[in-house]
């Protein structure tokens, strides 16, 4: 789905967090509790040593930004998303109103 060239899209709803002895990496997951009430939170979905190396951390941002359990990016509009903002498997919500006469 990306690459190096990409990532920085992605990156935005990621939190890497090295306060705990530990390296966390979390995804911001959208949770629908209604047709336009989203709730977003970080789940942490990535445990790393504390000395794990730059290179080897960006490699595992990689890795997760190409994990479609936690990222997309829209067929149609290009821009990247988190899963739980998209409409199906290749269109964004956005995407499939304006184009499609979708309505959430």
């Keep these: 789905m990306s690459n190096n060239n990409d990532t920085d899209d992605f990156k935005?709803?990621?939190?890497?967090?090295k306060t705990k002895g530990v390296i966390d990496i979390s995804v911001e997951i959208v949770e629908w509790l209604g047709p336009h009430e989203p709730k977003l939170?970080?789940?942490?979905?990535?445990?790393?040593?504390?000395?794990?190396s730059d290179e080897q951390l960006e490699q595992e941002l990689i890795?997760?930004?190409?994990?479609?359990?936690?990222?997309a990016r829209c067929a149609e509009c290009n821009k990247a998303e988190l899963?739980?903002?998209?409409?199906?498997q290749y269109i964004c919500?956005?995407?499939a109103?304006?184009?499609?006469?979708?309505v959430h």
């Design 97 to 102: 109103e304006t184009n499609h006469g979708v």
């Design 63 to 71: 890795n997760l930004i190409n994990d479609n359990r936690y990222f």
């Design 41 to 52: 939170e970080y789940s942490v979905v990535k445990k790393l040593p504390l000395n794990t």
């Design 83 to 88: 899963r739980g903002h998209m409409h199906d």
């Design 12 to 17: 935005k709803y990621i939190w890497i967090d």
């Design 93 to 95: 919500h956005t995407c």
